[in-house]
């Protein structure tokens, strides 16, 4: 079984590509300065973002605070909704399928949510 700290180091290693991918970007748009490369620049930092957001819809799924009940969200709810880390771990604030209350759901990831 995988521990937090595997998935911790994995979406660190995941955000630190992403933004090197933006960094390198933006020294070749800065040097290029057209209209094209300013469009393949924004393509690119799109197709990361849903890469990322892709990847993490796939590997998390949360539990409600209130009831417990394990459940996941699509891509777009994980991309727009509000999220954080705190001392007991990350956490998005969604609205549980189960209970109907809106809290700040603990994450878990999907190989966990199973074994449960």
């Known amino acids: ?19 090197t991918i933006i960094i390198i970007g933006s020294v070749i748009f800065s040097t290029y300065r057209s209209v094209f490369s300013l469009i393949v620049y924004g393509l690119v930092v799109l ?27 699509s891509i777009w709810r994980d991309l727009i909704s509000p999220h954080g880390v705190d001392k007991k771990g990350g956490w ?13 759901a603990s994450l878990l990831p999907k190989e966990r949510a199973q074994e449960i």
């Open 1 to 19: 079984m995988k521990t937090m700290g595997y998935y911790w180091r994995k979406t660190v290693l995941y955000l630190l590509v992403f933004i």
């Open 47 to 73: 197709g990361g973002l849903f890469i990322l957001v892709n990847w993490h819809a796939r590997t998390f799924a949360y539990r409600c605070a209130d009831c417990g009940y394990e459940f996941e969200v």
């Open 92 to 104: 998005k604030y969604l609205r549980c399928p189960d209970c109907g209350r809106w809290m700040k």
